[in-house]
């Protein structure tokens, strides 16, 4: 079983739809997460970040964590076609770990005028 | 904030010959720096962590000798690849992090080897 888990797509939705992606894990001691979005041929662009558990919002993106379900979800809100990308989620257990990255495969998003 | 940028963008080359990429951060100072590869469709694979002034943390399976990594600055990293082969040809992406768990990655470069 791969540390983080996250359904590859790809996902295809109208322009204006609410978007839910998600990601699993088994590590208990991941602290930190994150979500990237990187478009094609393009580095990965940093989204949102959350420490520990609970929600936190920025303008049409709201990234939730439940620790005791082991469970991240990004929604986006009112998806426009420029947000057709690959968003990636990952975490990180802390110190001691140099900082280092567990990777989700990224979920392919279309959204379609 | 938080700008990183690679150069170059984009290279070819010929098979045997030694490439070198490098990664800036550009407004912050860059603690610990990371070189990542990705194939078509896939996701992000670390290939080594570097922090200023010490030797890079190669990831297993990852040619130490093969890929020389250089973090001579806190705003500077290097990539080397060295004799080149057509299976090297990829997209290479560096991070850098300061004093928090998150990443910022450059443009990326890809390399195509002849």
């Known amino acids: 079983q791969k540390e983080v888990e996250q359904d590859p797509g790809p996902l295809s939705v109208p322009e204006g739809a609410i978007v839910s992606l998600n990601c699993t894990y088994s590590?208990?001691?991941?602290?930190?997460f994150m979500w990237y979005r990187q478009y094609s041929r393009k580095g990965p662009e940093l989204l949102m970040y959350t420490y520990s558990s609970g929600n936190k919002e920025d303008g049409r993106f709201t990234a939730q964590v439940d620790k005791s379900s082991k469970y991240i979800s990004l929604f986006i809100r009112d998806s426009q076609p420029s947000d057709s990308a690959t968003y990636l989620c990952?975490?990180?257990?802390?110190?001691?770990?140099?900082?280092?990255?567990?990777w989700g495969l990224g979920t392919s998003l279309a959204v379609n005028p | 904030g938080a700008v990183v940028s690679q150069h170059p963008s984009w290279v070819i080359c010929k098979s045997g010959t030694s490439v070198k990429i490098e990664c800036r951060s550009l407004?912050?100072?860059?603690?610990?720096m990371f070189w990542y590869r990705q194939f078509p469709k896939q996701s992000l694979m670390l290939m080594a962590t570097?922090?200023?002034?010490?030797?890079?943390?190669?990831e297993q399976g990852v040619e130490k000798d093969k890929f020389l990594i250089n973090h001579a600055s806190l705003t500077l990293s290097t990539l080397t690849v060295t004799s080149a082969h057509p299976e090297d040809s990829s997209f290479y992406i560096c991070?850098?992090?300061?004093?928090?768990?998150?990443?910022?990655f450059g443009p990326g470069t890809r390399l195509l080897v002849l």
């Open positions: 570097s922090n200023e002034g010490s030797k890079a943390t190669y």
């Open positions: 991070s850098a992090s300061q004093a928090t768990e998150t990443q910022y």
């Open positions: 407004d912050f100072q860059a603690t610990t």
């Open positions: 990952a975490m990180n257990p802390g110190a001691g770990n140099n900082r280092k990255l567990i």
């Open positions: 590590n208990s001691a991941f602290q930190y």
